[in-house]
T-cell receptor, first 114, second 113 residues
Framework: DAGVIQSPRHEVTEMGQEVTLRCKPI?????LFWYRQTMMRGLELLIY????????DSGMPEDRFSAKMPNASFSTLKIQPSEPRDSAVYFC????????????FGEGSWLTVV | GQQVMQIPQYQHVQEGEDFTTYCNSS?????IQWYKQRPGGHPVFLIQ?????EVKKQKRLTFQFGEAKKNSSLHITATQTTDVGTYFC?????????????FGEGTQLTVNP
């Protein structure tokens, strides 16, 4: 079975540019998560969707970040405008029914903002 | 808010030695999950503990959940080079509403052959 699929795997962009990260969760999973990982802050939950509806977006750093889930098989995380401090690995993850079930992580999108 | 702390932050061992990482929560947990992340990789689920005092084993790995459900440990017997990586615990708090599964900072394990 295909796991969580993320794209792009690596992105280098200039400060001020828009960045869009994409995610396809595991088929049949109705919960989707966006995490950010940095050396300084570890793994941080940015936003959690359940049945395509955002449930908890309290981890979204600021208005420059937005996430959407237009259907059960696709989600985007957008940063506009990007800043160097946004450089991190962004993981998308999904689970069958919420965070109390096993969470399956994608391979991550490595973002560098210069 | 809920905090989950892990110690040690780093551990270097010789191959064949044992390794233990400890996870402590500031609040009582409903359950705790453990993940392993290889260098350059993504977190991979290892196990979930739910019951007070629960002990689970996976080959050389032993996981424990404290009686008070506020701490947990992962013990690896006779480490191998394939055990290299960062081990995270993640706790779901009883008092937590919504979705906040809180990850510890992780213990980075290196194994010298």
């Amino acid at each position: 079975d295909a796991g969580v699929i993320q794209s792009p795997r690596h992105e280098v962009t200039e400060m001020g540019q828009e960045v869009t990260l994409r995610c396809k969760p595991i088929s049949g999973h109705n919960s989707l998560f966006w995490y950010r990982q940095t050396m300084m802050r570890g793994l941080e939950l940015l936003i959690y969707f359940n049945n395509n509806v955002p449930i908890d977006d309290s981890g979204m750093p600021e208005d420059r970040f937005s996430a959407k889930m237009p259907n059960a098989s696709f989600s985007t995380l957008k940063i506009q405008p990007s800043e160097p401090r946004d450089s991190a690995v962004y993981f998308c993850a999904s689970s069958l029914r919420g965070p109390w079930f096993t969470i399956y992580f994608g391979e991550g999108s490595w973002l560098t903002v210069v | 808010g809920q905090q989950v702390m892990q110690i040690p932050q780093y551990q270097h061992v010789q191959e064949g030695e044992d390794f233990t990482t400890y996870c402590n929560s500031s609040t009582t947990l409903s359950n705790i999950q453990w993940y392993k992340q290889r260098p350059g990789g993504h977190p991979v689920f290892l196990i979930q503990l739910v019951k007070s005092g629960e002990v689970k084993k996976q080959k050389r790995l032993t996981f424990q959940f404290g009686e008070a459900k506020k701490n947990s440990s992962l013990h690896i017997t006779a480490t191998q080079t394939t055990d290299v990586g960062t081990y995270f615990c993640a706790g779901w708090g009883k008092e937590t509403s919504g979705s906040r599964l809180t990850f510890g900072e992780g213990t980075q394990l290196t194994v010298n052959p």
